[in-house]
């Protein structure tokens, strides 16, 4: 694999690490505030969620490594590399389901842009 493709991919995984990282720390904070009547299974799903997220981030990093690149592991790297909107407030339980599912979608999209290139090389 050439450096131009090896870059090339590096860059767009690294896109794929700053939304990963962003989705598990957005499921991470609702899993702590989640309330309502929807408490228990709330709180049990997003746990679930994270700890598989936080599995991802450590693949997705190490595969930037091994492509010769550094990974981001900064908040200011991944505010910038992010295409996940942070969510400042604490919203209602079906609000954070809803904003999950968007960020959900939003690291496939992020994933599937990084597939030509892979393939490419």
């Not at 595969?63 to 505010?79: D, E």
């Not at 959900?104 to 090389?121: D, G, L, M, W, Y």
């Amino acid at each position: 694999m050439d450096e131009q493709d090896r870059k090339e991919i590096a860059e767009g995984l690294s896109r794929l690490l700053a939304d990963t990282y962003t989705l598990y720390l957005k499921t991470h904070a609702f899993h702590w505030n989640v309330t309502g009547p929807m408490f228990n299974s709330l709180h049990l799903m997003f746990e679930q969620q994270y700890n598989e997220l936080a599995l991802a981030v450590d693949a997705v990093a190490e595969r930037i490594r091994t492509l010769g690149y550094p990974a981001p592991g900064s908040y200011s790297q991944y505010a910038q590399l992010s295409s996940i909107p942070e969510t400042s407030d604490v919203p209602e339980a079906e609000e954070m389901v809803r904003l999950l599912v968007e960020a959900n979608e939003a690291v496939v999209r992020t994933a599937r842009s990084v597939f030509p290139a892979a393939e490419r090389a």
